[in-house]
């Protein structure tokens, strides 16, 4: 029952409660609003806003990126945020770059002459899909600053050798990926657009961590050329292996053929339905190879005989260094 | 006037916040200045529920390589200080802080001139929750068994144990950029790995008496890079050099033979007789690695021609005391098993050369030539050893532990013909060669391959890209003994014949004819929406050469890889309909199929019987589909998102074994063994769903609710319930662990502060 003096308490804590929130009204104030009138903000170069032009004088046919910014306020605000666009917008080191936004679309005077639109573009490299610069000229652009590094056998690198333009990977326009300027958020994701079958390798379930997002698809490859096959980032498929799995190098005493060959031979990187990520199961991926005599030769199932080669890691049960044994008596790999 | 706090007064005080909040107007620009530097960055807070959490004995697949602790946790913080002018910035992120698989990073530099940046992760692999281990690690890498050892059924009973490992990476570099074609760039990275995984010690004959047990995990990698690269215009030049260290705190792993004691334990039958009390099995030896890179490219003023070439050299070097041949004190004292030498000497070097050229003769054609190759010489010491001793168990005749190298080569012409501007055509030809040491029984192979591929856009809003690449390996011979000889085991013709089947073709060295077709097609049309289907094939017929026949049938018969095939079909859609909407999708369907056939052979009074009706086919076939989407969708723009995503993945293993002729030629037991036994098939299903709505409020507020559903089922006969003693199986012993299937529901909530 609510009695008088209860009716009297309710409303004295809901003044109080008002005028707690009221207080928090005011922290608020303090936190949010103060740093919006310093005036040190509004000067400076912060991202959305284009730096002011250079009074370095334009060659002939540019227009400069303030001009640019008048019609594509959207597309410079999201640039500015970007890698590039920190660096064409407010620390710009060469001529080219203080172009800015000319830089790599070409001289803009014939567009903004023609008043913008479709028919001014025909100057101007769009880097859109139905762009019909050709790809090489696209590529060349961005080739004219980033040639070196994971770049340098960029030609007729398997996805050079197929055409592939920079921007079929890269966004360079705004931040899609935290790092890279990708064109969607994650590596997988950008690659498995082309490479499906890889993509979808990630989630059967013997696979290394990409899924989890422990490892992306440029822990091993450089998408720009190598001189690996399968544009691999080191110098042989082993040896791309053993940058982390470096316990497998040896060199070992008794050598096991296949593997010091190609890690291949048994594991698929991308993904298997197999444990460890073996391409076929065992005890059949041994004895593709292994037609010696007794117990490797005989076709295991789930007879009581098969079992003890057949169950848990079948073969590995007993050869358990199967990468290779520095054991004196290790020839078999069972120790 | 004492207040006292209650309940209404809570809820008050935040509609009163709640309501001062909603009205506040909207704040300026939230990035944070700091005199002539500004702090930008987002903070999130979060919490996790779980309304069906797998129990402990079913986490082993979900929580394999991440941490799902439930309660508060923090996803991430980032924080980025920079300059107003962009010159200098810092950006430190972290995500899942505090959890078994958090992640940090640290970047801080000069615009255009250097970066320093140093990151940590840690990587967390869970293999199992599940498994059942008696035996107690008195010290690390030693496990032991009571003695007298249990009956073999008590370790069906053994305390369940978690087996995991983690790695945890530190990375720290520094890239300097003093003038505009000179990089410099020096790396470090240490991998420290800790936990255990599963491992085995054999104790008896093929199958029997072996013992699952753990590998102790101790492992330090220590990787250091240095490079520089030269840039003009023109040509550029990069040289670097990597120092690999891989460090195991262990070198050997010890572990009680179950079937040890004199009464033999229960269910070890005749194993125990002669079977030692403890194993010791080598661990990875501590090894190294040099590697010097010199690249170069340079364009040259004819044609547009661009000449590449690398040369990469790389030493790796192990030497590593041994273990001696045996733990087993009744073997001591035997002369023949003294150590003809203290360590391999191990010597590893590699040698990479590249060399490449692209060149325009005409407008429209681009030539393109390379050749590489890639040289591996062990220069390790070749150890004879008179005797060996088999499983810390049986002494046997010893052989040469010989060094294996091999040499690869690869050659490629290219020409592409831009014959209209939406037609494009390829062709070339190629060569690889494998030329191995005599350990291999082939010491020449040769393929050539040959090239087509076609892309093109017979409409704007299509592209299609066709490659048909066939290839022909042949061998130069096929020595099946060269293996015997590399190891010195004597030309004794019954040895020889307990040895490798002469029939057999290995198929990484067989005589093969490929043919491989890939198709993509890309279909944009609109620019916010792709569809990409992609298809390909690859058919391997393996051959034999020499070519065998022993039935006389006029038909090859070898043993080995007969033939494969693999396929996949998919496609991939991106679609934003609308600027609030974008959709993901995509489907693919592998199919991987292998041929195999074997022979039974026995051996009987010293010989290998040869029984042609004791061969056995076997078709392997794995088969896996793949779903996933996707939708985001901003129900109110930037008020109100909602997004959706899931995949899901089923694979199928099979078997199918066949005798193509009953076996009768042996004894009765022996065309039992000879019979091809039923394999029943394996599968497995992941299923993720995801779901979460996010309310963006004040500008740089957002909160979120989400669901997870995640479900993984498997059933696989070698694993699904398996005990550590299988009494029909033998005298072994099995951890007993299995991935066992689990279904997870978890909502979680995220409060964010984003200030940029």
Known sequence: ???????????????????????????????????????????????????????????????????????????????????????????????????????????????????????????????????????????????????????????????????????????????????????????????????VQKRAAQLRSAHMPVREGKMTCTSCHIPHGSLTQALLKENSPNDNCYRCHAEKRGPFLWQHAPVIESCMNCHDPHGSNHERMLTVAKPRLCQQCHVETQHPTSPYGRDSASLKFVLGRACVNCHINIHGSNHPSGFAFTR | MRVTVRHETILAALAGLALALLITPEPARAQIPLGDWRLEGEAALGSRFFIDEPAKSRRSKWEEYRDFPGGPFVPDVQLRIFRKDESYSAEFAGTKWGQTDQEYSLRAGRLGLWEFGFDWDQIPHLYTTNARFLATEVSRGYFALPTPRPALEAHNSAPTIDIRQRWDTARMFFDITPTPDLRLKAEYTRIRKDGDRPFSMSFGGPGNNFYEILEPIEQTIHDFRIGATWARKTWQLQAGYVLSVFQNDL???????????????????????????????????????????????????????????????????????????????????????????????????????????????????????????????????????????????????????????????????????QAATSVALTTGVGWERWDRSKSREVPISDELYAKAAVDVTPIEEVLVRLTYRPSFRRISNYDTLAPQRGQSIPEDPAANTRGQSVLLRKYDEAERNRQRVDLMVQVTPTDTLSITPTASYIFDDYLSKPPVDPAGTGRQEFLGVQEAVGWTAGVDLSWSPVERLSITAGYTHDSFYRKMESRSRPVVGGLALDFHDFDWISNITDTVDTLYGGVKYAIIPRVLDWGVSGSWSYALGRIETRNPTAPVSGTAALNLSARAKPVPAFEDELIRLETAVAYHFLKNWTLSFGYVFESFQKHDWRTDKLNPFVPTAGSSIWLGNDLRNYTAHTLGAVIRYSFR
């Not at chain 1, 064109?183 to 997988?188: A, S």
């Not at chain 2, 003294?338 to 070097?349: A, E, F, I, T």
């Open chain 2, 251 to 417: 070198d050997a792993v010890r572990a009680d033979n179950p079937c040890f004691g004199a009464p033999a334990p229960a269910g070890c039958g005749g194993d125990a007789t002669g079977a030692p009390a403890t194993g010791r099995t080598s661990l990875p030896p501590n090894n190294m690695a040099h590697t010097m890179t010199v690249n170069g490219g340079v364009n040259l003023p004819w044609w547009r021609t661009r000449l590449t070439g690398n040369f990469s050299y790389s030493l790796q070097l192990q030497n590593q005391d041994f273990l001696p041949h045996t733990i087993n004190p009744a073997f001591s004292g035997n002369p023949a098993l003294d150590l003809p030498q203290k360590s391999l000497h191990g010597n590893v070097q590699t040698i990479l050369l590249n060399l490449g050229v692209v060149t325009r003769p005409l407008r429209d054609v681009t030539l393109s030539l390379k050749y590489r190759l890639f040289d591996y010489m062990d220069l390790s010491d070749e150890i004879n050893f008179p005797l060996f001793v088999i499983d810390d168990r049986t002494l046997q005749a010893g052989s040469k532990a010989p060094r294996k190298d091999y040499q690869r080569q690869n050659a490629d012409a290219d020409v592409r013909w």
């Open chain 1, 1 to 195: 029952m609510h009695t008088h003096r209860g009716r009297v308490t309710s409303r004295r804590n809901f003044v109080v409660g008002a005028i707690a929130g009221l207080k928090a009204v005011v922290i608020a104030a303090v936190l949010f609003a103060v740093p919006s009138s310093a005036p040190a903000q509004k000067d400076a170069a912060a991202p959305g806003t284009a730096a002011p032009a250079t009074p370095t004088a334009l060659p002939p046919g540019y227009v400069g990126a303030d001009t640019c910014n008048a019609c594509h306020e959207d597309a410079s605000q999201r640039f500015s945020h970007t890698r590039m666009g920190r660096r064409f917008l407010h620390q710009p080191r060469s001529q080219a770059e203080r172009l800015g936004c000319e830089s790599c679309h070409g001289p803009g005077q014939a567009h903004v002459d023609a008043g913008g639109g479709s028919p001014g573009k025909r100057n101007l490299i769009t880097f859109g899909k139905k762009d019909p610069t050709p790809v090489e000229q696209r590529n060349e652009v961005c080739l004219t600053c980033h040639s070196t590094g994971d770049r340098v056998f960029w030609a007729n690198s398997a996805h050079d050798a197929r055409n592939v333009p920079c921007t079929g990977c890269h966004r360079v326009m705004e931040n899609v990926s935290p790092r890279h300027q990708l064109v969607r958020p994650t590596e997988l994701e950008t690659c498995g657009t082309c490479h």
